[in-house]
């Protein structure tokens, strides 16, 4: 089934220990996003890529980076986490950006951060 | 600024019907999602509303006032599994999506 699978469903990290979180589609949708989501919140968008262009919310912080070397995967590295960074990151995807297309998302990892 | 406003928690009772509202304030409307989101789970699609009225599909409904910056969301005969967090979310100008927080679901028996 095409599906969006996120790796890994839960990540344990080190305050300040760099985390790479994955996310890979065989939707072969145009547009990927990661979003962060703590408890009982609303989900809060990071950055999305348009094929290969990439959009940074402005409120994004730069500890967070993102990378999408194919159409198929996508990362987003945490580069110093920190303890306000223990969150649910969802990865969704959607056919195009610029329509109302509903978002598929991946069934999220959920961050710790010792 | 844009807002999405929806009651944090509320309580029904399995077999009821249960409605769950949704104001906004936004820059421009393209269209309204509902979102159902298990606890610790991903979000799952619902529903989209463009146009007002009411869109049905089974157990569940969503209703679109564009007017007055209202929807709901309609769950009759409800189910234990039906127990889980409704996301609201609108589609602004720019076609971004702002969410609402969600409302928690709590389905007795």
């Known amino acids: 089934d095409a599906m969006v699978i996120q790796n890994p469903r839960y990540q344990v990290t080190q305050f300040g220990k760099p985390v790479t979180l994955s996310c890979s589609q065989t939707?072969?949708?145009?547009?990927m996003y990661w979003y962060q989501q703590k408890s009982s919140q609303a989900p809060k968008l990071l950055f999305h890529?348009?094929?290969?262009?990439?959009?940074n919310e402005a409120d994004t912080p730069d500890n967070f980076q993102s990378r999408r070397p194919n159409t198929s995967f996508c990362f987003l590295d945490i580069r110093s986490p920190g303890l306000g960074d223990a969150a649910m990151y969802l990865c969704?995807?959607?056919?195009?950006?610029?329509?109302?297309?509903?978002?598929?998302f991946g069934s999220g990892t959920q961050l710790s951060v010792l | 600024g844009q807002n999405i406003d929806q009651p944090t928690e509320m309580t029904a009772t399995e077999g009821a019907i249960v409605q769950i509202n949704c104001t906004y304030q936004?820059?421009?409307?393209?269209?309204l999602f509902w979102y159902q989101q298990h606890a610790g789970e991903a979000p799952t699609f619902l529903s989209y509303?463009?146009l007002d009225g009411l869109e049905e599909k089974g157990r569940f409904s969503s209703f679109l006032s564009r007017s007055k910056g209202y929807s709901y969301l309609l769950l009759k005969e409800l189910q234990m599994k039906d127990s889980a967090s409704y996301l609201c979310a609108v589609s602004d100008s720019n076609y971004q999506l702002i969410w609402g927080a969600g409302t928690k679901l709590i389905i007795k028996p």
């Open positions: 509303n463009v």
């Open positions: 969704a995807t959607s056919r195009v950006g610029t329509n109302n297309e509903k978002l598929f």
């Open positions: 936004t820059s421009g409307f393209n269209g």
């Open positions: 939707l072969n949708h145009n547009v």
């Open positions: 890529y348009y094929d290969k262009d990439f959009n």
